[in-house]
């Protein structure tokens, strides 16, 4: 997946499973990272990073989602169809705006993940 930083920074997770996803489904690559494994950064192709923290109250950290993040990809309809194919399941896959078209999902912690691909400028 090709991305562009484009939203909120912090996705409250568990960890693991959220890290699998990110890594494995998202594809993205691990940059600097917490040796205990309380915060992992992602560094993004375009520059810029994704920071996954565990949130600090356990609590908070044990109610799903909250957070959302949003991510610009060059091929929306190629990825879509892809994480399909690997059992991702939508809220929303063809959303129309003024200005992109979007499709959205959530993580494996129930956090809001929106991919957009803009609309050209001509």
Not at 23 to 32: D, S
Not at 40 to 59: I, Q, R, S, V, W
Request: glycine share 12%; proline share 4%.
């Amino acid at each position: 997946m090709h991305a562009e930083e484009s939203g909120v920074h912090d996705v409250s997770g568990e960890g693991h499973d959220a890290r699998a996803f990110y890594e494995g489904t998202l594809g993205l690559r691990v940059g600097t990272h917490s040796d205990n494994g309380v915060w992992t950064e992602y560094d993004l192709p375009g520059g810029g990073c994704l920071a996954l923290f565990n949130h600090p109250d356990p609590k908070s950290a044990a109610a799903p989602g909250g957070a959302s993040i949003a991510f610009e990809v060059e091929d929306l309809d190629m990825l879509v169809a892809r994480l399909k194919s690997e059992g991702v399941k939508f809220m929303a896959d063809d959303v129309q705006s003024p200005v992109c078209r979007m499709a959205i999902m959530q993580d494996t912690e129930g956090n809001t993940v929106i991919l957009h691909k803009l609309r050209s400028s001509t």
